[in-house]
């Protein structure tokens, strides 16, 4: 079994942005659990731990959705928390208002097929959000607007989505990439 995700792999997109933004916040907060910015997307189903019959159907699925969806522009603002700013315990970085509807679609196309085919689906409401750091429970922070705020991006062209295999471990998970999959 392999625990594996689709997303949209945003390092090489907004790389110089986000590492930019994460230095400044490293520095105030060095004991949290940072993500590496290799690895920097927007989780849009996540299918968990999945067999290898099962992943030769996602990749079947996977690449019949993408023939329906056509590259769209995304751009990166603001931050949030989850569960929330009260009690942070996962700190991302969310898309602009105005590529939500684009990322919404694209998260409907994915969702129900694969929730039909009993893949769970971990959130009834999509926030589309790259993690930048998991908040430590014996170093707990507290919101501020004006630390945790991340400008708008320039828009860019997302026109693919990738299958990755995340693989948990002691410093974090490292997430692998198994396929990619281009928009028409």
């Known amino acids: 079994m392999e625990r594996l995700f689709l997303g949209l792999h945003l390092d090489a997109l907004f790389q110089s942005e986000v590492a930019q933004h994460a230095e400044k916040l490293r520095a105030l907060y060095p004991d949290q659990k940072w993500v590496r910015l290799r690895h ?3 989780t849009i189903h996540f299918l968990g731990d999945t067999t290898p019959d099962q992943k030769e159907r996602v990749m079947l699925r996977a690449q019949e959705i993408v023939a329906t969806v056509k590259p769209f522009p995304i751009a990166l603002k603001n931050m949030g928390a ?3 700013l009260k009690k ?3 700190i991302w970085v969310g898309a602009a208002d105005d590529c ?3 990322l919404a679609e694209l998260y409907k196309k994915v ?3 694969f ?5 769970p ?3 009834e409401k999509f926030t589309p959000h790259a993690t930048l750091f998991r908040v430590r429970a014996d170093a ?3 919101w501020d607007d004006s630390i945790f705020n991340f400008p708008q991006t320039q828009p860019k062209i997302i026109d693919r989505m990738m299958l990755f295999k995340s693989i948990l471990g002691p410093d974090g998970s490292e997430y692998q990439p198994v396929e990619e999959f281009l928009f028409k």
């Open 88 to 90: 942070p315990r996962v």
């Open 115 to 119: 929730a039909a085919e009993g893949f």
């Open 121 to 123: 689906v971990e959130h």
């Open 40 to 42: 920097f997307h927007f």
């Open 111 to 113: 969702t129900q097929p």
């Open 100 to 102: 939500q509807s684009d």
């Open 140 to 142: 707990p922070i507290i």
């Open 82 to 84: 989850f569960p929330s």
